[in-house]
């Protein structure tokens, strides 16, 4: 993938969420995903929850869900001032292109832009979810070895990033 790709991260809008309600993960990813119809009504639920776009150069590709404080991510408090990432997912038909590190990339940027107090990014991975456990290690992630054994798919690992 080139590194002149323009990735960008938006709020989902009205004319976003049709478009995104076309968006799919592969059949081996939709018990650590859900669907996408779910996380958006979801958010419509949650005060301070923020459903965020990805798009490649104005085409929706994926989405995930900023949460207000990690405690609906982690199931706690942390010690620092942290958001919590949901549902993150780029489009079964864009994967592998390497959207996700550069998706979250510009999530990073946006994060410290809109929410200058957060200090870091909280969220939960599937064991068994290896290559989205890569996927936020490279982008900086750090294991906590805190395990939280209430996911509707099994253990998930606490992943922490610090914001800028």
């Known amino acids: 993938m080139p590194a002149t790709v323009a990735i ?12 995104l309600l ?3 993960v592969l ?21 301070g929850s923020e459903a ?23 199931g706690h ?7 919590g990432l949901r549902g993150f997912f780029i489009d079964a038909a ?12 510009a999530m990073f ?9 957060a200090r870091q990014l909280a969220l939960m991975v599937d064991r068994n979810n290896h290559a989205a456990l890569r996927l936020y290690l490279r982008a900086g992630f750090d294991d906590s070895g805190e395990l939280y054994h209430g996911g509707r798919s099994g253990p998930q690992r ?3 990033r610090p914001l800028p």
Do not use: F
């Not at 960008?8 to 478009?19: E, G």
């Not at 059949?27 to 005060?47: F, K, N, S, T």
């Not at 408090?77 to 958001?83: G, H, I, K, R, V």
């Not at 940027?109 to 107090?117: K, Y």
């Open 8 to 19: 960008r991260v938006v709020p989902v809008d009205d004319t976003l969420r049709p478009k």
């Open 22 to 24: 076309g968006l799919h």
């Open 27 to 47: 059949p081996a990813q939709r018990e650590w995903v859900g669907a996408i119809a779910d996380l958006l009504a979801d958010v419509a639920l949650c005060p």
């Open 52 to 74: 965020m776009a990805i798009l490649h150069a104005d085409r929706p590709v994926g989405c995930y869900r900023i949460e207000p404080t990690p405690r609906s991510v982690t």
């Open 77 to 83: 408090d942390l010690e620092l001032p942290s958001l």
């Open 94 to 105: 864009w994967q592998g292109r390497g959207l996700g590190q550069l998706a979250l990339q």
């Open 109 to 117: 940027v946006d994060l410290a832009r809109r929410h200058p107090r």
């Open 158 to 160: 606490l992943l922490l």
